[in-house]
Each structure stands twice: as C-alpha cells, then as structure tokens.
C-alpha cells in the first residue's frame, strides 16, 4: 500500500469505528442503554417505514435493513419485550402482521436523528461550499464502491 492508500484505508476504519462509537455514547446518553446500535436502527427502519407508508411488514423491514426475516423476527421479539414496538394485525387483512414503533420507539428513533442531524450539521458546517460539493461527489463514489460489494455473495470472499 503507498502512503496515500494507507491514509485512506486508516481514515475509513477510524471514521466508521469513531461514528459508531460516538453514536452508542449519545445514545446512551439518551437514556436509551438498554438499546444496542442494531437494535436502535431496527427501530429506525420501523418508523421510515410507518412515515413513508412503505409497507411496515417483516419481509420489506428485512430487505430495508439487509437481514433474513428470522433475524428481524427476532430483533423485533426482543424490542418488543424492551417496550420499542409491538405486533398488529392488518385491519383489513387479518393475515397481515405490521411491525410499529412505539412512544418510547418514536423517541428513541427521534433522539437517534438528532445525533445524525447534529453529525452532518457540524461536517457541512466544517466544509466550505466548493468543498462540500466535492465531498459529496467523493462520498456518492465511495457509496457505490460499498453497494456494489453488497452485492457479492459471500461465498466469494472465502
């Protein structure tokens, strides 16, 4: 690796670990260290869900997140017992569950935007106009470098 690809790599792994991190201390801060950060963005995808009126059933919330239906089944169990969401039947098909949050899940959810706005407030902020456009434009190259390595079986990296 030349020194250039050294930085990079470094400044990917810090960043990823720092915003993880720095998410889970404000959550906690929140009240909310009964929650983990999966757990927190399971939460997340609930409620995008129930405002984009996107379907809020187990198979779309799996597929928004990236997840079998068994793991979401049993992320959902567990928050439900936490008191984030719950279980309802479809009121016009009865066959239909959906997954909704809670009071105590829209304001975890709530509180979690506010880090992430706070977060992207204080780069843009950092960063002048010309700056900004090029982040952006970087940001978009190295997104679809991740979405296209989504998209490679596993079995590809053994």
Do not use: W
């Not at 990823?16 to 927190?40: H, M, P, V, W």
């Not at 399971?42 to 997140?65: D, F, K, Q, Y």
């Amino acid at each position: 690796m030349d020194y250039r690809e050294h930085l990079l790599n470094r400044f990917l792994v810090e960043a990823f670990y720092q915003i993880l991190r720095t998410e889970e201390l404000c959550i906690s801060r929140a009240g909310y260290d009964n929650l983990s950060l999966k757990e927190l963005h399971v939460i997340e995808a609930v409620c995008r869900a129930e405002e984009e009126g996107s379907g809020n059933r187990a198979t779309s919330i799996a597929r928004s997140l990236g997840v079998t239906s068994g793991t979401l089944t049993t992320a959902v169990s567990l928050l439900e017992k936490k008191g984030y969401l719950i279980r309802q039947r479809d009121a016009e098909d009865k066959r239909v569950v959906r997954i909704r949050p809670t009071e105590l899940g829209l304001t975890a959810n709530r509180s979690h935007e506010a880090f992430h706005r706070e977060m992207v407030r204080d780069v843009m902020n950092a960063l002048s106009e010309e700056e900004l456009e090029i982040f952006l434009r970087a940001l978009g190259h190295i997104g679809s470098f991740f979405r296209s390595k989504k998209r490679v079986k596993q079995e590809d990296f053994h």
